[in-house]
């Protein structure tokens, strides 16, 4: 099922200048063995991926600090907040710390790499190769991707 976000971010992009729909361009055309990008801009110099977040990895932070609990490395009862201050007594906690922001936003990564191939794709299949690339993230249910966990995973990754 397509996200409210997604509807109204699709509807947006069509009245930006020089807009093409990828997927409608090569509808009669699929080139194998290439995954494209979805949207074409300004004379075909933009190439835009866009990537929906609706899935919240909330989870995947509470069951690493269990883990820990479990291995005696944490002290903590109920459900443990989720932050710096939950690593601050421990002699490794700076490293546990950054595990657990890795383990919540490893979906970032993989989006990021994801757009990366499909922009590349998409400059061979056009023959485009100065068109820069632009990845959109639409958070439609990751509520626990706040902005600074957004901007720490992809400076991270850069």
């Not at 055309?29 to 977040?53: G, W």
């Not at 600090?65 to 690593?87: I, K, N, Q």
Request: proline residues 4%; glycine residues 4%.
């Amino acid at each position: 099922m397509t996200s409210d976000l997604k509807k109204r971010f699709e509807q947006f992009v069509t009245t930006l200048d020089g807009f093409e729909d990828i997927d409608v361009l090569l509808k009669r055309c699929d080139p194998a063995d290439k995954r494209r990008a979805d949207y074409l801009f300004s004379n075909r110099s933009i190439i835009v991926e866009q990537k929906v977040l609706e899935v919240d990895p909330g989870d995947k932070a509470q069951k690493y600090l269990h883990r820990l609990m479990e291995e005696g490395r944490l002290v903590a009862w109920g459900t443990p907040a989720v932050d710096r201050d939950s690593f601050r007594d421990l002699p490794d906690g700076e490293r546990l710390h950054k595990n657990r922001l890795h383990k919540t936003s490893s979906r970032l990564e993989e989006i990021a790499s994801a757009a990366d191939k499909q922009t590349r794709d998409t400059r061979d299949i056009f023959s485009i190769p100065d068109a820069a690339g632009v990845l959109i993230i639409l958070n439609q249910g990751a509520q626990n991707l706040i902005p600074d966990l957004f901007d720490y995973r992809i400076r991270d990754l850069l």
